[in-house]
T-cell receptor, first 113, second 116 residues
């Protein structure tokens, strides 16, 4: 069955520290991959996406993600976290662009001053 | 980029009443929209797929008569929670895909429903 796994429920980092949020997928072929961010009481905002090509994808707000086929992973990274980055982050995947994505359970990012 | 507007952002209603939530695609047409429910600290659960001009497709376990979906135009889908009860309290989010864009699915800002 197709699935998206985010192994970390919570991640706590200090402001200014680097960040990596993990995401693994289980699909028959390389899916379309997405990272979304959700602030409290808000909808989801697309941070970045990977369809094909360069495996290092740049997104908004200084985020990037790297697709690694051998590890079935699409981890999200940011070199220096800001307090405003505290939010819920969702990884998602779909078999193609016209298919509704499947979401991971989310990772809550806590930023300490 | 594509924008999806959802209204209201918050609503409190009495038990037994009905509540309507609107989802609009502002700058694109969406033949298909999606409704999700999100419980606290959990991921999004797809409830139903809303199809313009036809019946919605509900996911297993979602009550059709409880959650009425209407998609009367290419830019508007509505979700009506009928005879609401406290257990229907949740965060509801809609989504649509701009087939002419490259950003995949765009999400509304969500509606916090509280049934008292």
């Amino acid at each position: 069955a197709q699935s998206v796994t985010q192994p970390d429920i919570h991640i706590t980092v200090s402001e200014g520290a680097s960040l990596e949020l993990r995401c693994n997928y289980s699909y028959g072929a390389t899916p379309y991959l997405f990272w979304y961010v959700q602030s409290p009481g808000q909808g989801l905002q697309l941070l970045l996406k990977y369809f094909s090509g360069d495996t290092l994808v740049q997104g908004i707000k200084g985020f990037e993600a790297e697709f690694k086929r051998s590890q079935s992973s699409f981890n999200l990274r940011k070199p220096s976290v800001h307090w405003s980055d505290a939010a819920e982050y969702f990884c998602a995947a779909s078999p193609g662009g016209s298919y509704i994505p499947t979401f991971g359970r989310g990772t809550s990012l806590i930023v300490h001053p | 980029g594509a924008v999806v507007s959802q209204h209201p952002s918050r609503v409190i209603c009495k038990s037994g009443t009905s509540v309507k939530i609107e989802c609009r695609s502002l700058d694109f047409q969406a033949t298909t929209m999606f409704w999700y429910r999100q419980f606290p600290k959990q991921s999004l659960m797809l409830m139903a797929t809303s199809n313009e001009g036809s019946k919605a497709t509900y996911e297993q376990g979602v009550e059709k008569d409880k959650f009425l979906i209407n998609h009367a135009s290419l830019t508007l889908s509505t979700l009506t929670v009928t005879s609401a009860h406290p257990e229907d309290s949740s965060f509801y989010i809609c989504s649509a895909r701009d087939t002419g864009g490259a950003d995949g699915y765009t999400f509304g800002s969500g509606t916090r429903l509280t049934v008292v």
